[in-house]
């Protein structure tokens, strides 16, 4: 028994430094997942309004969340921790990138983009997915974006929550291609939803935001395949 206790507590042990890695390095790498801004959007799907816009944009996350659940198509975006599968690291960071350019991009489409730049709206986005709620940009406390010692490691603790709460879902190399898909699908239908209720109470008129400038973009953007 006490063999199979220590395995149990090695097994935690290994399973929390892999989502503490996976954290820091989607804290890292957040800032250059490829935002498309208001104006990008409305070319792209000419003739809608911001609801239809959004169902588009939720049912194409939903369509990519379930390909990485099948076990196809988006490549991790980030290195494999230790102590912790290839298939789940890159399972957890593919859906993780997924959500939080659908989580900037709602945010577009209802005039919510939160200020600042690159890397501190990536901040106000990572904060957003953890908690899975819209960003309020007429309180400043909800877009903190200073990424100091402090606010790294709640924000790294708030991530490793947020990665352990759908630990379950995300394992389809394990439960199988076509229930992983199903979970996936739902999973971030579901918290595109809880999103899109928040912003929508805080909506901008449709015309006014004909005058928001352009989205500043990465550098160096990852490559998502959608």
Same mark, same amino acid.
């Given at each position: 028994?006490?063999?199979? %206790?220590?395995?149990?507590?090695?097994?935690?042990?290994?399973?929390?430094?892999?989502?503490?890695?996976?954290?820091?390095?989607?804290?890292?790498?957040?800032?250059?997942?490829?935002?498309?801004?208001?104006?990008?959007?409305?070319?792209?799907? *000419?003739?809608?309004? *911001? +609801? /239809?816009?959004?169902?588009?944009?939720?049912?194409?996350?939903?369509?990519?969340?379930?390909?990485?659940?099948?076990?196809?198509?988006?490549?991790?975006?980030? &290195?494999?921790? &230790?102590?912790? *599968?290839?298939?789940?690291?890159? +399972?957890?960071?593919?859906?993780?990138?997924?959500?939080?350019?659908?989580?900037?991009?709602?945010?577009?489409?209802?005039? /919510?983009? *939160? #200020?600042?730049?690159?890397?501190?709206?990536?901040?106000?986005?990572?904060?957003?997915?953890?908690? +899975? %709620?819209?960003?309020?940009?007429?309180?400043?406390?909800?877009?903190?974006?200073?990424?100091?010692?402090?606010?790294?490691?709640?924000?790294?603790? /708030?991530?490793?929550?947020?990665?352990?709460?759908?630990?379950?879902?995300?394992? #389809?190399?394990?439960?199988?291609?076509?229930?992983?898909?199903?979970?996936?699908?739902?999973?971030?239908?579901?918290?595109? +939803?809880?999103?899109?209720?928040?912003?929508?109470?805080? /909506?901008?008129?449709?015309?006014?935001?004909? @005058?928001? #400038?352009?989205?500043?973009?990465? @550098?160096? #953007?990852?490559?998502?395949?959608?």
């Amino acid at each position: 028994m006490d063999a199979v %206790r220590r395995g149990v507590q090695k097994g935690r042990q290994g399973a929390r430094a892999g989502l503490s890695h996976l954290a820091d390095r989607l804290i890292d790498n957040a800032p250059r997942v490829p935002v498309r801004d208001l104006a990008t959007l409305r070319r792209q799907f *000419p003739g809608l309004g *911001p +609801e /239809q816009l959004a169902d588009k944009l939720i049912a194409g996350a939903a369509n990519a969340t379930s390909t990485v659940g099948a076990g196809v198509g988006v490549a991790a975006m980030l &290195p494999v921790p &230790p102590a912790m *599968p290839a298939e789940l690291a890159a +399972e957890i960071t593919g859906v993780a990138a997924i959500e939080l350019k659908l989580i900037a991009e709602l945010h577009e489409v209802y005039g /919510q983009r *939160p #200020p600042g730049n690159v890397r501190q709206r990536a901040t106000a986005y990572l904060t957003s997915w953890t908690e +899975e %709620r819209g960003i309020d940009v007429t309180k400043p406390a909800t877009v903190n974006a200073a990424l100091g010692g402090g606010m790294k490691r709640q924000l790294r603790h /708030q991530i490793m929550k947020r990665m352990a709460r759908n630990l379950p879902n995300l394992m #389809p190399f394990m439960v199988g291609a076509a229930v992983g898909a199903v979970m996936n699908r739902r999973d971030t239908k579901k918290l595109a +939803e809880h999103i899109r209720a928040d912003l929508r109470r805080r /909506q901008v008129p449709w015309d006014a935001l004909a @005058e928001l #400038p352009p989205l500043d973009q990465p @550098e160096n #953007p990852k490559e998502l395949g959608f």
